[in-house]
């Protein structure tokens, strides 16, 4: 039996090009196939059939989340929002630094 890897990539690039009858046939024959629940085939076939690399958006995301208050500006005018972006982006910085053991010792900044 393949890995359930390698069967979701062989059904991944039918399941896109499918009509939605035919998606629930593909569905219907990976769930039996693999043990997995619909959602969880649907998904992983969708996540298959994207191209590596589809990155930035994800990032952009962290900008649109709900805690910084989705995707409204929090202030007006162009400027204030791109200073505003910046010390967001700014704060992710150093929280992934920080995560990462950055620290400030007498000869100066220092990764653990």
């Not at 359930?4 to 046939?25: C, L, N, Q, W």
């Not at 059939?49 to 709900?66: D, E, L, Q, W």
Request: a positive charge.
């Amino acid at each position: 039996m393949s890995s359930r890897a390698e069967i979701t990539a062989r059904f991944a690039k039918a399941y896109v090009r499918a009509s939605k009858a035919d998606t629930g046939h593909i569905l219907d024959q990976l769930v039996e196939v693999t043990g997995w629940s619909r959602d969880n085939a649907r998904r992983r076939l969708t996540a298959a059939a994207r191209p590596p690399g589809v990155g930035p958006a994800r990032k952009i995301s962290h900008f649109t989340r709900p805690p910084w208050g989705g995707r409204k500006a929090r202030c007006r005018g162009k400027k204030r929002i791109l200073t505003d972006i910046l010390t967001r982006a700014s704060a992710l910085n150093l929280a992934r630094l920080a995560t990462l053991g950055l620290h400030h010792g007498p000869g100066g900044w220092a990764i653990a």
